[in-house]
C-alpha cells in the first residue's frame, strides 16, 4: 500500500540537437519520468553521441519548486557542456521541460467563524 501523504514528481521533456548536415533533421527526442520525491534525479542525461559527461541539471530545479510549494515549472536547459573552454567539446542540445507535483489530496482547514457578539 502506499503512502497517502507521498509526493510524486512527473518530469517530461523534450531534448533538441542542432540541424545534422547527413539528414537535414533537428534529433528530437521526447522523455517522462514519474519518480518519488525521495528519489528524483539530479541529471537527465544528453542523448548527442559526441557529448561526453553531459547531461541536464534538473535536480535543483526539482528542489526549488519543491520548496516553493508551487505544483509546476516550465522552463528549458542547456546541456552542462554548452560551455567549455575546448570549443569542439562543446554540446549544443537543449531541453525543454515540464515537472509537476502530484500532491496528496488535503481538506482546507475551517475558517473560524466570526459572529456578530465578538464584534462588540
Known sequence: MT????????????EQGPLEEAT???LWR???KVCAVDDYPQLLPCNNPNCIDG??????????LLNSGENNEQNSLICRNAINKDRSKRCLH???YSIACV???QRQK??????DSNLH
Open 3 to 14: 503512502n497517502p501523504k507521498q509526493v510524486y514528481i512527473t518530469i517530461e521533456w523534450q
Open 24 to 26: 537535414g533533421r533537428r
Open 30 to 32: 521526447k522523455e517522462r
Open 55 to 64: 547531461g541536464f541539471d534538473i535536480g535543483d530545479k526539482i528542489a526549488t
Open 94 to 96: 537543449i531541453i525543454t
Open 103 to 105: 500532491r496528496p489530496y
Open 110 to 115: 475551517p475558517q473560524p467563524v466570526v459572529s
